[in-house]
T-cell receptor
Framework: DGGITQSPKYLFRKEGQNVTLSCEQNLNHDAMYWYRQDPGQGLRLIYYSQIVNDFQKGDIAEGYSVSREKKESFPLTVTSAQKNPTAFYLC?????????FGPGTRLLVL | GENVEQHPSTLSVQEGDSAVIKCTYSDSASNYFPWYKQELGKRPQLIIDIRSNVGEKKDQRIAVTLNKTAKHFSLHITETQPEDSAVYFCAASTKSGGSNYKLTFGKGTLLTVNP
């Protein structure tokens, strides 16, 4: 777990603003994932990437975008099209079956 | 796609009692089933996992059982302690390409262990 970092810990978004959440890993893992966590909803998959310069939509991709220009980095942008962005965002990386999570970013709307 | 149902959503036990959390899954191709523990405001941490070629796995006070025919798996915690209080998530996994997997999570169980 210590090899995955997320920043910032808290992020405030104004109406109509795009914000970017950072996720970095030094575990040399191929695959990286973004999840959204709401109370009582479990973890829902937003996007995932299995290799550099390639990514796939998860179950709730609308209003979000990602890039994977480097193996270590998988930033998530919450766009103005995401009308209800308040949630806890978790990044994970994996090699094989086991996923390891970062500490999370809590996004709040002003 | 895969659908994972988890029950109960909340569970309260007395210290020293056992706790059981159950999950069902829909995709018969799922072959890896991890359990995560998440304390308030923290990241989920893997506590135990099981693969589809195994029926049961134990690690000290924690055990997981898998019934592939019925498509359900369970987490058993014995001799519960207050520090076991957390939200527990089950997940089911299928290969998403190459050697990597895609997890589908249950909605979680809030376990409270009362001293």
């Amino acid at each position: 777990d210590g090899g995955i970092t997320q920043s910032p810990k808290y992020l405030f978004r104004k109406e109509g603003q795009n914000v970017t959440l950072s996720c970095e890993q030094n575990l040399n893992h191929d695959a990286m994932y973004w999840y959204r966590q709401d109370p009582g909803q479990g973890l829902r998959l937003i996007y995932y990437s299995q290799i550099v310069n390639d990514f796939q939509k998860g179950d709730i991709a609308e209003g979000y975008s990602v890039s994977r220009e480097k193996k270590e980095s998988f930033p998530l942008t919450v766009t103005s099209a995401q009308k209800n962005p308040t949630a806890f965002y978790l990044c994970a990386s994996t090699v094989g079956a086991t996923q390891y999570f970062g500490p999370g970013t809590r996004l709040l709307v002003l | 796609g895969e659908n994972v149902e988890q029950h109960p959503s909340t569970l309260s036990v007395q210290e020293g009692d056992s706790a059981v959390i159950k999950c069902t899954y829909s995709d018969s191709a799922s072959n890896y089933f991890p359990w995560y523990k998440q304390e308030l405001g923290k990241r989920p941490q893997l506590i135990i996992d099981i693969r589809s070629n195994v029926g049961e796995k134990k690690d000290q006070r924690i055990a997981v059982t898998l019934n592939k025919t019925a498509k359900h798996f369970s987490l058993h915690i014995t001799e519960t302690q207050p520090e076991d209080s957390a939200v527990y998530f089950c997940a089911a996994s299928t290969k998403s390409g190459g050697s990597n997997y895609k997890l589908t999570f249950g909605k979680g169980t809030l376990l409270t262990v009362n001293p």
